[in-house]
C-alpha cells in the first residue's frame, strides 16, 4: 500500500475560545527519502492550506518531518530529517517547460499565503525547499542537532521556492548572500544567532516546546491574530510610513469587534477571555 505523504493530526486545544479550536500538526511523511518534498507532498500541503483557511476551528499549524523508520538488520539508520529538499530526483531530464507549472503553483506559496499563524518544528536536515518551507511558516523551532541551508548552488541551481527573498529578509543580505552562494550548511546554533530560527532546544524539549508556543497562540481571538499576521506581513512589502499607516487603520478597526471588547474586559474584570472569533 501506498504511504500517505502528509499525516495531518488535528490536536484539540483546551480553553480555546471560540471552543473546539485545535492546532492542525502536518508531517512530512517520507522517513526514507528524509522527507524530501515530492509533487504528492506539495499537492497534500495545498490541499491542507486550503482546509485550514476555511476551518475556524483552526488557529494554528506546525509542519515536522517523520522521524527515522528502525532500519532493517545490517542497515544504518537514516538520519533526522525536516525536510532535506525539494526530490531532486523529480529534477533530472527536465527542461523549463517542465518545471514552470509546478514552481508556479507550490506548497511554499500556499504555506506563506495562510490566513493563519505557521510554526516550522525542525529536527534534523533542513536543506533547500526544506528551509525554504521552514522559511514560509511564521515562526521556526529547531532542536539543536538540526542542520540548516540552501545547497541548490550545488546542483547547478538556485533556491526556487522564495528562498533568496524570505532567507534575505529573515537573515539579512549578506548571509542569505554567504548561504545561497556558498551552499553550506549551517549548524542551529549558527541559525539562532543570524534569526534564521527563533529558538533552539535538546531533541526531547522540541515537541513540548512547539506545542506550548502553538497553544499559547491557538488561545488567543482567533480573529486578531489573523489581523496581526496582515499587519507584519505588510511591513515586508510596503514603505515604512505606508506600514505604519496600515497597522493604523487595522488596529482602529478592532475597535468594531467584540473580541476587543471581550478582551478589554476580562482584562479590568481579572478573567479569562472569552473570545467569540470577530
Ligand atoms: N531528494 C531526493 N532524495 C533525497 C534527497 C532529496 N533532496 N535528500 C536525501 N534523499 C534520499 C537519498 O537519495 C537517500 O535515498 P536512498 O536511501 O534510497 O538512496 C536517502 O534520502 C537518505 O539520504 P542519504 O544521502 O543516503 O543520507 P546521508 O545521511 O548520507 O546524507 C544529506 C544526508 C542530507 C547530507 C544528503 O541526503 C543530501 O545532501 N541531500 C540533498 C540535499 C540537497 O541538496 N537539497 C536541495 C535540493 S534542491
Not at 542551529?188 to 543570524?194: S, V
Request: net charge negative; glycine share 8%; hydrophobic share 40%.
Amino acid at each position: 500500500m501506498e504511504q500517505d505523504v502528509l499525516l495531518v493530526t488535528d490536536v484539540e486545544i483546551e480553553g480555546s475560545s471560540p471552543s473546539g479550536g485545535v492546532v492542525s500538526v502536518w508531517t512530512l511523511n517520507r522517513p526514507e527519502k528524509l522527507n524530501a518534498l515530492n509533487e504528492k507532498i506539495h499537492l497534500s500541503i495545498k490541499k491542507q492550506c486550503k482546509r485550514v483557511d476555511s476551518d475556524d476551528r483552526v488557529r494554528c499549524v506546525i509542519i515536522r518531518g517523520a522521524p527515522p523508520l528502525d532500519p532493517p538488520e545490517g542497515k544504518r539508520k537514516k538520519p533526522n530529517s525536516f525536510a532535506a529538499g525539494a526530490d531532486i530526483s523529480e529534477f533530472s531530464g527536465k527542461n523549463s517547460d517542465d518545471v514552470r507549472p509546478f514552481f508556479e503553483d507550490n506548497a511554499w506559496e500556499a504555506i506563506w499565503n495562510l490566513s493563519k499563524p505557521t510554526i516550522a518544528m525542525v529536527d534534523g536536515f533542513a536543506l533547500g525547499g526544506g528551509t525554504e518551507l521552514a522559511l514560509s511558516c511564521d515562526i521556526r523551532i529547531s532542536s539543536d542537532r538540526s542542520m540548516f541551508g540552501q545547497p541548490e548552488i550545488n546542483l547547478g541551481l538556485i533556491p526556487g521556492g522564495g528562498g533568496t527573498q524570505r532567507l534575505c529578509r529573515l537573515v539579512g543580505y549578506g548571509k542569505a548572500m554567504e548561504i545561497v552562494l556558498a551552499g553550506e550548511m549551517i549548524t542551529a546554533k549558527e541559525a539562532l544567532e543570524i534569526g534564521l530560527v527563533n529558538k533552539v532546544v535538546m531533541p526531547e524539549e522540541l515537541e513540548d516546546a512547539t506545542m506550548d508556543l502553538a497553544t499559547t497562540i491557538a488561545k488567543k481571538s482567533p480573529y486578531t491574530t489573523k489581523v496581526a499576521k496582515r499587519a507584519i506581513r505588510a511591513s515586508l512589502e510596503l514603505p515604512f510610513s505606508e506600514g505604519v499607516l496600515t497597522e493604523r487603520s487595522e488596529f482602529v478597526a478592532l475597535f468594531d469587534t467584540e473580541d476587543k471588547e471581550i478582551g478589554v474586559q476580562a482584562f479590568l474584570e481579572r478573567k479569562d477571555a472569552e473570545w467569540v472569533g470577530n
